[in-house]
């Protein structure tokens, strides 16, 4: 175990000004609190925080991160409390070792819930202050060093969240040395078997290839020296982690791998970074289509660096990167190199100033924590982890970076949620494009905005940034609280007029406060949705106080049924009924005038189905027009002069009766796609009717198809069944506008299959 001046005379080789007293006492207090406690190796807990602390010290941290690291573990496993650490060491250090403590307390479902809660408020605290992320990444990296000494199942589990999470986050934030070592453990833990191979291939290249890496390194320094370049040639070879993915992305051999030798020219300037590549390619043959300018075009973790590879000596592939001593530091310790953290800076600002990768840590946190489930939240975190870049500018020479795959929603949601929400088409370098294109570097992109335009939930599986599917999702979800709203306020005020009822706002409350809802907004969606039906809400108007439900006699049909249900010589299948409190206009009070029992009767374009709650409407010398109560032709027609009716199914109905509706759905476009949704609707026995379709870009059909099915139940089995169908999207039941497109639909009885004569 360290001891305590140890822990201290590492901290004053690079921090003469150390507080002492500060960390003796973080010393001395975790080692009191933790106690007798024990590691699954047997070593002593307190071991842990001091190795962590440690770490830390390898990248020259401040007082307060060291502080953390002895403390870190102190809330989470030990009576110490966030009071008693507030108060010993201050609110800053409090702060911290709080936002390290996860939240195992929470009652959540599953693990993967409990991990993204934990990981969400990781981030939050991050976003904060991002010495959090730096001790939370030591702790890791010890944790993963002692890893042998968990149970096998959770040695795993902890392997594939390192390598999921915390390795990208350390890549992210330009801390490349961890990142490595992080994924090389989790490798080794994962998939041993691999690791073993892969590492002893890299001992004999070590070995065997010895003189030839010295070679290359001779010649390379003195080819730069010789033209007055002072620069630092050091070798290496890749980590196993990222041969494996090689490997495997490239489909081959560990065997036919060749450039697993990597060099690293360090010189003093920008200018001999330059220079030195000029050398390079004046003297080695290029291997085309490796080079790349990071100094030019940084990434987001500030990483700054001139990659290209050469052919050396005996025909052995070599990757040169070039970098000033500045950049090597940066790509070594990534944002622990900014110079802040050794004098003990912890202005937020001036963090983001330094660092472009907390700038986009901190966005990238605002996007994803911004009422996602804790599924998505996970889900989206890894997205915006994991990707590799492509960098792509505006028309006005804007650089956008965005991870590989990335199509022009992703470019548009990048610039602002507005403008991808908005989006309906793009150019990429001027020529008109789908928005399924994958974007390349040096994409020239190119925005096309309609205001009136929401993102339809299929773009949800184009979309490869988290921030885009995310602000998809959002604005899907909202979309539809908004139609459930004005319908549910539609109804509601249906209702309220058959029932000659005048609601205020504490009707509004007390009507939540009965269904368990929060308010009248929840109120009104959950009645839109069909959660709560119109029914139970005027049961409710007739129990709550001060309501009374008033019935006005008029001159109808003689009713065959209680409360004034009455049928009508078109149909069998419906009852009719006129509202307590029908419509006053001139027009609706005509068209109830002319109600008789010969009255016609036909079906919206939209189609119903036995199941649908319904709705009539009726206009003076027409016929009562019969609409599901979800139809979004009644927000329209309900500012009208028309005549309302209540409609419900007969419970003596006809059951031979195929009912006619139409539902719309988008595919791919290829080959088969008709064929294999003709084969859903039949194995769901429902029939096809007609159909209509067109092509909304070059890669996806829309179909709008009228079909026949015998009640909700089953076309509901069609809608799933397509929706599980392999590129089939957005399958819904058709609106009014979709159905226009068919002709009107009528029911048709069963015909009886006519016998051979």
């Not at 730069?224 to 041969?243: C, H, M, N, Q, Y």
């Not at 009645?527 to 039906?533: A, D, Q």
């Not at 001139?586 to 029992?597: G, H, I, S």
């Not at 027409?622 to 500012?639: M, N, Q, V, W």
Request: glycine share 6%; with cysteine.
């Amino acid at each position: 175990m360290m001891r305590q001046y140890e822990l201290l005379e590492r901290v004053q080789a690079y921090n003469p000004n150390t507080d002492e007293a500060l960390l003796n006492k973080a010393y001395v207090y975790a080692m009191q609190k933790h106690g007798t406690q024990t590691r699954a190796s047997g070593d002593p807990y307190f071991n842990h925080p001091l190795e962590v602390a440690a770490i830390l010290t390898e990248l020259r941290l401040d007082d307060a991160s060291i502080a953390v690291a002895l403390l870190h573990d102190t809330i989470e496993d030990t009576d110490a409390t966030r009071a008693e650490i507030d108060q010993m060491f201050g609110p800053e250090i409090g702060a911290i070792v709080e936002g390290l403590t996860k939240i195992d307390r929470l009652q959540l479902v599953t693990r993967e819930e409990a991990q993204a809660e934990n990981l969400r408020k990781l981030l939050l605290a991050i976003s904060a202050d991002v010495r959090v992320l730096l001790v939370k990444l030591a702790d890791r990296l010890h944790n993963m060093r002692t890893l042998d000494y968990v149970a096998p199942e959770k040695r795993r589990r902890i392997a594939k969240e390192t390598m999921d999470i915390y390795a990208p986050l350390a890549g992210r934030m330009g801390m490349q040395d961890m990142r490595s070592e992080l994924e090389d453990l989790s490798f080794r833990a994962m998939q041993p078997e691999h690791y073993a191979a892969i590492t002893d291939r890299l001992a004999e290249m070590k070995s065997g290839f010895s003189d030839t890496i010295n070679a290359i390194t001779t010649e390379l320094g003195e080819k730069l020296k010789g033209e007055g370049i002072d620069a630092t040639v050091k070798s290496r070879l890749k980590s196993p982690w990222s041969i494996f993915t090689k490997i495997e992305r490239k489909q081959i051999a560990l065997e036919q791998l060749s450039d697993m030798i990597g060099f690293r020219v360090i010189v003093p300037n920008v200018a001999d970074c330059y220079r030195a590549l000029g050398v390079v390619h004046t003297n080695w043959k290029v291997v085309p289509g490796r080079f790349k300018d990071y100094i030019s075009v940084p990434k987001h973790n500030d990483y700054r660096s001139i990659h290209t590879t050469i052919v050396g000596v005996g025909r052995q592939r070599a990757e040169l990167q070039i970098r000033t001593d500045e950049m090597h530091r940066i790509a070594e310790f990534g944002i622990a190199a900014h110079a802040l953290y050794k004098e003990g800076a912890t202005d937020i600002h001036t963090i983001e100033n330094e660092s472009k990768a907390f700038v986009w840590l901190r966005q990238t946190i605002g996007h994803l924590t911004a009422g996602a489930s804790s599924e998505d939240f996970l889900e989206y975190t890894k997205l915006e982890l994991f990707q590799d870049q492509v960098f792509c500018f505006t028309p006005r020479g804007r650089l956008i970076a965005l991870p590989r795959g990335a199509t022009p929603i992703d470019f548009a949601y990048a610039l602002h949620t507005d403008i991808g929400d908005t989006c309906v088409g793009a150019k990429i370098n001027g020529q008109i494009v789908p928005l399924v294109t994958q974007l390349r570097s040096g994409d020239e992109v190119e925005i096309l905005r309609d205001q009136n335009h929401l993102p339809p939930l299929n773009w949800e599986t184009i979309a490869a940034t988290g921030k885009a599917r995310s602000a998809i999702r959002r604005a899907v979800r909202q979309a539809a609280q908004q139609r459930a709203h004005a319908l549910g306020e539609h109804m509601i005020s249906m209702v309220a007029d058959r029932e000659n009822a005048d609601l205020d706002d504490q009707n509004y409350q007390d009507f939540a406060d009965h269904f368990g809802l929060p308010g009248k907004r929840e109120l009104l969606i959950a009645l839109g949705e069909g959660k709560i039906s119109a029914d139970d809400i005027g049961t409710q108007m007739l129990e709550a106080r001060g309501i009374k439900r008033r019935r006005k006699k008029l001159d109808m049909p003689a009713p065959d049924k209680a409360e004034g249900w009455f049928a009508l010589r078109a149909t069998d299948q419906f009852r009719f009924r006129v509202p307590g409190n029908p419509r006053s206009g001139p027009c609706a009070k005509e068209a109830l005038t002319q109600l008789n029992f010969n009255t016609a009767v036909v079906l919206s374009e939209e189609g119903v189905v036995p199941g649908d709650r319904l709705l009539g409407i009726m206009v003076p010398d027409g016929p009562i027009t019969i609409y599901p109560i979800h139809s979004d032709s009644l927000a329209d027609l309900y500012d009208l002069d028309v005549a309302w009716i209540d409609v419900r199914w007969d419970a003596g109905r006809n059951d031979d009766v195929f009912y006619p509706t139409v539902i719309s759905m988008q595919a791919r476009n290829q080959p088969g796609a008709l064929a294999q949704i003709a084969a859903v609707i039949a194995a769901c026995e429902a029939n096809v009717h007609n159909l209509s379709m067109r092509m909304e870009s070059p890669d996806f059909h829309k179909f709008i198809f009228h079909i026949e099915v015998r009640d909700l139940a089953q076309l509901t089995d069609v809608l799933n069944s397509l929706k599980l169908a392999s590129g089939i999207s957005d399958v819904h039941r058709a609106g009014v506008a979709e159905a226009r497109s068919l002709d009107r639909l009528e029911w048709t009885k069963t015909q009886p299959e006519e016998e051979p004569a």
